[in-house]
């Protein structure tokens, strides 16, 4: 079992930068892939990022690259997730997630969630 919780959502201004962070607690939670996933409303939920358990690889979705870089601290069990120049439409609620590999949490579909975290950002 792993028990994510998110941290770091909030209001900013387009161009800004947030920092969002995911504790990982449970006897699975130091060999787990891990990542975020974001939904704007009305819209469907979407990858964004992910690592790897050893942190040697890291995906992100299109949008993102260049502005998201996704790392993580084992001795913490917590995952990051700095955002930069941050545009209107990133607001959505994110969504720190885990799994056994990552692929599925690229694909959308990962076994564990967090309750999410809402970020908006204004123009």
């Known amino acids: 079992q792993v028990q994510l919780v998110e941290s770091g959502g909030g209001l900013v201004q387009a161009g800004g930068s947030l920092r969002l962070s995911c504790a990982a607690s449970?006897?699975?939670?130091?060999?787990?892939?891990m990542g975020w996933l974001r939904q704007a409303p009305g819209k469907e939920r979407e990858f964004v990022a992910a690592?790897?358990?050893?942190?040697?690889?890291?995906y992100y979705a299109d949008s993102v690259k260049g502005r998201f870089t996704i790392s993580r601290d084992s001795a913490k069990n917590t995952v990051y997730l700095q955002m930069n120049s941050l545009k209107p439409e990133d607001t959505a609620v994110y969504y720190c997630?885990?799994?056994?590999?990552?692929?599925?949490?690229?694909?959308?579909?990962?076994?564990?969630w967090g309750p999410g975290t809402q970020v908006t950002v204004s123009s």
């Open positions: 997630a885990a799994d056994s590999i990552s692929p599925r949490i690229r694909s959308n579909t990962p076994y564990y």
């Open positions: 449970g006897r699975a939670s130091s060999s787990v892939a």
């Open positions: 690592i790897s358990y050893s942190s040697a690889n890291t």
